[in-house]
């Protein structure tokens, strides 16, 4: 079963604007922690930020934030004031306890963003 | 500080050779992951290190895969008797433990079997 499902594969903004890449997760550990990774066209994998399962507030950083909805088993990041830059794809990524493959990534299909001037 | 290292950056070989992945983690970083990105595939966990040890092989596709750390530091991803099936990028990432998650990705090496 997927684990990590990213439903947009492609997403448009509109430079300065503010953007938000789904992302739901399926786990029955109670310990987990969801990733956003970004992957320009250079093919390098950027950390972007990271929500554990019992932080109590959504993670922040920079332009990144991460809407945390447990009930709804949703991690979507949201970016705001896009810039060109950002065009890239985005991957979702979930660890789960240390039993499953010492806190490997297991990553969905990713969003291709492409923001426009 | 340097960020992961992974050699060589792009690989071709023939169908049937073997081939060596090198990666060479953050200093202090006790956890090394070794991941495949295909097109067809995503991106795929193959196999990961705590200091030496290698406590889970199950991501690893086929019994051609093998992988080894030395010193707590480089690891070398072999693949043998290459199939063109094995083509992608294969990217390494560490982690550095002490209630730390995010892992840390280097530039991958791109392997192409023809």
């Known amino acids: 079963a997927q684990k990590i499902t990213q439903t947009q594969p492609g997403m448009f903004v509109q430079e300065k604007e503010a953007v938000t890449l789904d992302c739901t997760y399926d786990t029955s550990d109670p310990s987990y922690g969801l990733f956003w990774y970004k992957q320009p066209s250079s093919g390098e994998m950027i950390f972007l930020i990271y929500?554990?399962?019992?932080?109590?507030q959504n993670a922040t950083e920079s332009r990144y934030s991460l809407n945390f909805q447990k009930a709804r088993k949703s991690a979507n990041l949201v970016i705001s004031a896009s810039q060109l830059g950002d065009s890239a794809m985005y991957f979702c990524?979930?660890?789960?306890?240390?039993?499953?493959?010492?806190?490997?990534?297991?990553f969905g299909k990713g969003t291709s963003l492409l923001v426009t001037p | 500080g340097a960020g992961v290292s992974q050699s060589p950056s792009n690989k071709v070989t023939e169908k049937g050779k073997d081939v060596e992945l090198r990666c060479d983690p953050i200093s202090g970083h006790t956890a090394l992951y070794w991941y495949r990105q295909s097109l067809g595939q995503g991106l795929e966990f193959l196999i990961y290190f705590q200091g030496n040890s290698a406590p889970d092989k199950s991501g690893l596709p086929s019994d051609r895969f093998s992988a080894e750390r030395t010193g707590g530091s480089v690891s070398t991803l072999t693949i043998q008797r290459t199939q063109q099936e094995d083509s992608a990028v294969y990217l390494c990432a560490s982690r550095a433990g002490g209630g730390r998650y995010e892992q840390y990705f280097g530039p991958g090496t791109r392997l192409t079997v023809t």
């Open positions: 990524a979930m660890r789960e306890g240390v039993r499953n493959s010492g806190y490997a990534l297991n």
């Open positions: 929500q554990g399962s019992y932080d109590q």
